[in-house]
């Protein structure tokens, strides 16, 4: 594995080199094919890297937008990741609703699940893709090691078929919806972007503990892939030294 490994001084010049590398790879995608993918992620970490990507040079109306997994909240709600998208992100930037693919949560879990498998399906058929490989994947990691909403436990951890599931995430007592390892360990390019002291462990665990993705799910980032790049700030990146 090649891990790019950026180390940055606190959370915001983290996330600011992380939407520059973003920006750049879809720079590229947009030269080379006229059309980029860009799939994120939600929680607390992603707020100032859509800040940053705001400020970034961007021919939004060339750039779909996707999302990697979302709450049984609808749009609006303060726990949906589409909201913090579109708060920092896409009115912002000006991003126009036809490149924006929302997760359809007020359908209900297993029907938003489908209807996004479908959608997803559709729009990488329509670009003559044999499967769905997004131009940039952008994950996080969780206290308990978790990534996109692949909690510790989860038997779709093993799933290199589907694309989206709904699952049950009993700590939380909380169903998501999310997308599953094969997009996005097919993804061109994959970004994970960690901040802050509770992250330290994690990674750990991610990079360098013994194989076990059923326990620590972001190895499938790490140890599954050939290449992935980390931006993390130096409170996360302190077990790495």
Not at 76 to 87: F, I
Not at 92 to 100: D, K, L, Y
Not at 135 to 143: E, H, L
Request: hydrophobic share 45%; aromatic share 6%.
């Amino acid at each position: 594995m090649r891990l790019n490994l950026n180390i940055l001084a606190d959370a915001r010049e983290a996330a600011g080199a992380c939407a520059a590398y973003i920006a750049a790879v879809l720079r590229q995608e947009i030269a080379d094919h006229e059309v980029a993918t860009l799939a994120v992620s939600g929680g607390s970490t992603p707020g100032l890297m859509f800040d940053a990507l705001v400020n970034e040079p961007l021919d939004w109306f060339r750039i779909h937008i996707f999302f990697v997994d979302e709450r049984p909240v609808p749009p609006g709600d303060p726990q949906s990741n589409y909201t913090l998208c579109e708060t920092h992100l896409l009115r912002p930037a000006g991003v126009r609703a036809g490149s924006v693919h929302r997760i359809l949560t007020e359908r209900g879990p297993a029907t938003a699940a489908a209807l996004y498998s479908e959608e997803i399906k559709g729009f990488f058929d329509q670009m003559s893709d044999e499967q769905p490989c997004f131009t940039i994947v952008q994950c996080g990691i969780g206290p308990d090691c978790h990534t996109a909403s692949l909690f510790p436990g989860e038997p779709l951890i093993d799933d290199r078929e589907g694309l989206v599931a709904a699952v049950e995430v009993a700590k939380l007592h909380q169903a998501r919806i999310t997308m599953l390892p094969r997009i996005l360990l097919n993804a061109k390019t994959l970004v994970v972007l960690a901040s802050g002291p509770e992250k330290a462990q994690p990674l750990r665990q991610a990079i360098h503990e013994a194989y076990n993705p059923k326990q620590f799910p972001a190895q499938l980032l790490f140890r599954d892939r050939t290449d992935v790049d980390l931006f993390a700030d130096n409170a996360a990146a302190a077990d790495l030294r």
